[in-house]
């Protein structure tokens, strides 16, 4: 495997909540690398794939050609429009519909993306190339208290008002063009205030708060799982792996929504990966999968 191919997180458990069986259909709204969607094509499920990036897509059908899948559909756009996307492709009353959030390590990896504090690359840190905000532009508009809001509400970062106050302070003279040039003022603030962070790097909350806003994350869940539920047959399932407490939060009000005998909550506390896949794949450590089923 390279080092920028994307493992799939917790596929067995994927393929079990989803109860794939030959001749069902499933949406996997997330493709990224196909490795979720190879694994239904082998159980025998027909897939309709979606993707906000066109590179996903285009790795997903070199990998399903190579591995001698011939019948599958891939569609570029936003799970947020998922049940336009279905209908379109002749995907209703589907048996399940998987979301696995974030991003994959190959949009990590490449440093053009700005999505990694730990390579140089511009802020730009949309994973649709046609969306038109970029964290540069957050960073050099926005004003201190919503800087303050997007990292203290979204990122959850202690330091927001500190990190806010400097980023306004230096971009009168030079505004942020670079991964580094951010990474280095958050680093620098948590030095000068003496803090410091337990097992991730001091960026990773602001790096994240941008990459959520930039690409609208929240919004597109919210309404990507109420389109999944409408897609769903009596029976189908929505599986979803989230990566952070954001996201697993509107999973979880998301679920409270619904009517109590329209749904059936398949797992009450949320899944986590084994130690033995965290182990072989440390970007597993914080999924957290959660599953219901329509009924
Ligand atoms: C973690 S990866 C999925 C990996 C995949 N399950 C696999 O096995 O390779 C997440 C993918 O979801 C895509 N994505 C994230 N948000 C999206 C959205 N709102 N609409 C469509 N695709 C989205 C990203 O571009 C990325 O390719």
């Keep these: 495997m390279l080092a920028n191919e994307h493992k799939s997180v917790m596929l067995q458990e994927v393929i079990d909540f989803l109860n794939v069986k030959p001749g069902r259909r499933f949406i996997d709204a997330t493709t990224g690398g196909g490795g979720h969607i190879e694994a239904i094509l082998k159980m025998g499920g027909e897939v309709l794939g979606i993707d906000q990036d066109p590179v996903s897509l285009n790795i997903t059908r070199k990998r399903l050609n190579e591995s001698g899948f011939s ?19 002749g995907f209703t009353h589907v048996d399940g519909v998987l979301f696995d959030l974030g991003f994959a390590s190959f949009q990590l990896e490449d440093s053009e993306r700005g999505l990694s504090f730990l390579k140089e690359g511009p802020l730009d840190m949309r994973l649709d190339p046609n969306l038109g905000v970029t964290a540069a532009d957050l960073i050099n508009s926005l004003s201190e208290n919503q800087l303050v809001g997007l990292f203290r509400e979204v990122g959850e970062e202690r330091l927001a008002q500190s990190i806010a106050r400097q980023i306004v302070s230096r971009r009168v003279n030079q505004p942020f063009l670079t991964t580094q040039d951010l990474k280095k003022l958050v680093e620098d603030v948590y030095a000068r205030k003496g803090f410091t962070t337990n097992h991730i790097h ?6 994240m708060s941008l990459r959520i806003v930039v690409n609208n994350e929240f919004e597109n869940l919210k309404n990507g799982l109420e389109q999944a539920f409408q ?65």
Excluded: C, M
């Excluded at 019948?71 to 492709?89: D, E, R, T, W, Y």
């Excluded at 001091?202 to 790096?207: E, N, Q, R």
């Excluded at 130690?275 to 914080?286: A, F, L």
């Design 71 to 89: 019948v599958f559909k891939l569609v570029q756009g936003n799970f947020a429009n998922l049940q336009k996307i279905a209908s379109g492709v």
């Design 231 to 295: 897609t769903l047959k009596i029976g189908g399932r929505i599986v979803v792996i989230s990566f952070h407490s954001g996201e697993d939060r509107i999973v979880k009000d998301f679920v409270k929504t619904l009517e109590k005998d329209k749904v059936k909550i398949l797992v009450k506390k949320p899944l986590a990966p084994t130690q033995e896949e965290i182990k072989d794949n440390p970007r597993s450590r914080s999924a957290k999968l959660r599953a219901i089923e329509k009924i």
């Design 202 to 207: 001091p960026a990773t909350k602001v790096f």
